[in-house]
């Protein structure tokens, strides 16, 4: 009896993945694309399933809160780097590349951040933390997103307590340059995938880094989009094409697509993954845009969990978008 029920479950999961077809990583390793997830390293010990999908349908992680200045650096010199080191390991037993994120960011900073510090105070406690942080995983991560953010929704430089320091941004490369020689360093945003006055503003900054001689190797686009986002409507594909002229290499970071809006829930789920298949042919099409990194595994996890961002649904079963990105990722 016991042996019936053995090759019940077999056939069934030998059914299960015959249906959802090739893992998204091995059709991306063809392209010679990398697809990534962002991770809470918690839930690898937590969810053996989510550890699992995560190994089978991803080849690149980037920690989601876990390499954030308020989760490393809780207060002044004292770094916990217990998750950061468990997302490392992981990454290296299931032959993943590691994204690093992120080091100048105005959000999640901790609150002796706020400690009013003169220009030379804060120069030391960004070189001390990127020459710490930077270095403990030296020639481990590929890409790191030294600044994040940094161009607000209205185009201008954002508040920030680095700002206290004139040159912050140029020094947080210069450091993280000399911490990680081997480590691609990039400045990374939301809201500019297409033209507009954001974006404008974003190619105008990273072109002066690149005319000062800033080691800058590329720009990662987040893409936090929802239903509604057109990458035809907004240009992204002659967007990026300007970033990549500047020489930098492309990266989608973040990507999630909140399921929200009229229709049916079939209707939104077609939506949802047209949209997904929209970005990743520009991506594909584009041929400095390498890297392609959803913010989560499933939506369960997903830090808009309520809108369905994301393409594994919260019990790991593929959704439309995810068919949509693996047949893309096998178009020529
Ligand atoms: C988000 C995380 O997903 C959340 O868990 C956290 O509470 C807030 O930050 N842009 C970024 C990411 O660069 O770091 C943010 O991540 C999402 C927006």
């Known amino acids: 009896m016991p042996f019936r029920w053995w090759s019940l479950m077999l056939m069934c999961l030998l059914v299960a993945l015959a249906q959802s077809g090739p893992p998204l990583r091995a059709l991306a390793e063809k392209r010679g694309l990398q697809i990534g997830a962002a991770v809470e390293p918690s839930l690898l010990l937590q969810d053996p399933e989510y550890a699992a999908?995560?190994?089978?349908?991803?080849?690149?992680?980037?920690?989601?809160?876990?390499?954030?200045?308020?989760?490393?650096?809780?207060?002044?010199?004292?770094?916990?780097?217990?998750?950061?080191?468990?997302?490392?390991?992981?990454?290296?037993?299931?032959?993943?590349?590691?994204?690093?994120?992120?080091?100048?960011?105005?959000?999640?900073?901790?609150?002796?951040?706020?400690?009013?510090?003169?220009?030379?105070?804060?120069?030391?406690?960004?070189?001390?933390?990127?020459?710490?942080?930077?270095?403990?995983?030296?020639?481990?991560?590929?890409?790191?997103?030294?600044?994040?953010?940094?161009?607000?929704?209205?185009?201008?430089?954002?508040?920030?307590?680095?700002?206290?320091?004139?040159?912050?941004?140029?020094?947080?490369?210069?450091?993280?340059?000399?911490?990680?020689?081997?480590?691609?360093?990039?400045?990374?945003?939301?809201?500019?995938?297409?033209?507009?006055?954001?974006?404008?503003?974003?190619?105008?900054?990273?072109k002066g880094l690149k005319e000062k001689g800033v080691p800058l190797d590329g720009v990662g686009f987040q893409a936090h989009v929802d239903l509604n986002f057109s990458p035809a409507a907004v240009r992204m594909a002659e967007n990026l094409e300007r970033f990549a002229r500047l020489g930098l290499e492309i990266h989608i970071t973040e990507m999630d697509v909140r399921l929200v809006g009229p229709g049916s829930r079939a209707e939104r789920l077609e939506k949802q993954a047209r949209v997904y298949r929209e970005v990743l042919q520009v991506c594909l099409r584009q041929p400095r845009c390498k890297v392609f990194t959803l913010w989560g595994v499933s939506d369960a996890f997903s830090w808009r969990a309520a809108s369905e961002p994301l393409v594994f649904d919260a019990d790991y079963q593929p959704k439309p978008a995810y068919f949509a990105l693996q047949q893309t990722l096998q178009q020529p």
């Open 53 to 206: 999908v995560l190994a089978r349908e991803f080849n690149l992680v980037v920690a989601e809160n876990v390499m954030k200045w308020g989760a490393l650096q809780t207060s002044r010199g004292q770094f916990n780097f217990g998750a950061a080191d468990l997302l490392m390991d992981f990454a290296r037993k299931h032959r993943m590349a590691v994204r690093g994120h992120t080091l100048v960011w105005h959000q999640q900073l901790p609150r002796w951040m706020y400690g009013g510090f003169s220009a030379a105070e804060m120069e030391t406690i960004l070189r001390e933390h990127i020459q710490t942080v930077v270095g403990r995983y030296r020639g481990r991560i590929a890409y790191w997103d030294v600044a994040n953010e940094v161009i607000g929704d209205d185009a201008r430089p954002r508040a920030t307590p680095f700002e206290v320091l004139p040159d912050y941004l140029e020094k947080a490369f210069r450091y993280a340059r000399a911490a990680d020689p081997g480590a691609k360093l990039f400045y990374n945003d939301y809201g500019a995938e297409g033209l507009g006055p954001k974006s404008d503003a974003i190619y105008a900054l990273l």
